[in-house]
């Protein structure tokens, strides 16, 4: 049977206040640089500064998945500083999905994994003013690389469920709904053959944002049609271990998908088919 996870504290023998200012100063050693002068303008709000620190001991290991935090009164002896800039670091670990809050009010490392990071990145970025043209920017940088990887990777039963997505997708181009299905199915087939977890989660918060504006899309006459055809393109290269035609029909088809955004932010929503 495994030994139960220790406390920061419990590790270093020390108190839990003495323990954690000690990983405090330890980091803080790690990471400044004395002969630098940061002119006032530059230098990050306190909250922003605690938030890395909190980071930067996790990158460490001093601070691992399941470990829970002192007190805030313990944290802020520790920063040496008051309360308020303290809570806003922790609430913005939180969002981030990197610590979560429990009964009692303590604080505690979560399991760090892909999904639970790019949730709230995700809903950020979906609640906020959004931005087509940096939304699509974003999607081509992580999905072009994963279907480079895809085309280099891809097993033989892989490539046959990319395919296979693929043609099931241009038999339902009839129906926006049902297509919309088949072309999550189809994407996340091709995240899932590039074989790394951190890309494929980013894929995913990617894809999901601005989804109300695409399902209008979809209706649009030739939309789905198109991006039916595309997909074929994409899967026939990734068989065929292309990755730089791959690559080429990924960025035709995220180009497809933008401007048929575009269009479908600035007209009225259509009748459903």
């Given amino acids: ?14 108190s839990a206040p003495d323990a954690f200012s000690e990983l405090v100063a330890a980091e803080r050693r790690l990471t400044q640089k004395p002969d630098a002068i940061v002119p006032v303008a ?3 709000p306190i909250s922003e500064q605690v938030a890395n620190r909190f980071l930067a001991m996790i990158k460490s290991g001093n ?5 829970r935090l002192p007190t805030e009164q313990q944290m802020t002896i520790a920063f040496g500083i008051s309360r308020p800039p303290l809570r806003e670091a922790l609430k913005a670990l939180t969002l981030m999905g990197v610590l979560e809050s429990r009964q009692g009010g303590r604080y505690t490392v979560t399991d760090l994994s892909p999904s639970r990071l790019v949730a709230p ?5 979906s609640v906020g003013d959004y931005d087509v ?4 920017e974003a999607r081509a940088i992580v999905d072009l690389e994963l279907i480079r990887l895809a085309a280099e990777r891809a097993t033989p039963d892989q490539c046959k469920r990319i395919m296979q997505h693929a043609i099931d997708g241009g038999a339902l181009t009839h129906d926006p709904v049902a297509f919309r299905l088949l072309d999550i199915e189809f994407h996340q087939s091709l995240y899932d053959a590039a074989g790394n977890r951190l ?3 980013l894929a995913q918060g990617l894809y999901d944002i601005a989804l109300d504006v695409r399902r209008v899309a979809s209706r649009f006459p030739g939309i789905t049609e198109k991006s039916a055809g595309q997909h074929i393109e994409i899967a026939k290269a ?5 990755a730089v035609a791959a690559m080429s029909a990924g960025r035709r088809h995220l180009e ?14 259509p009748k459903a088919r």
């Avoid at 601070?63 to 470990?67: F, M, N, P």
């Fill in 1 to 14: 049977m495994a030994a139960p996870r220790a406390d920061p504290a419990s590790r270093t023998g020390a």
């Fill in 63 to 67: 601070l691992r998945a399941g470990d």
């Fill in 256 to 269: 497809h998908v933008r401007d048929s955004t575009i269009v479908a932010m600035a007209e009225p929503t």
């Fill in 121 to 125: 990145f995700n809903v950020m970025l």
């Fill in 238 to 242: 990734v068989l065929a271990r292309d």
């Fill in 133 to 136: 043209h940096e939304h699509f």
């Fill in 199 to 201: 890309l494929s989660a």
């Fill in 42 to 44: 530059l230098r990050r």
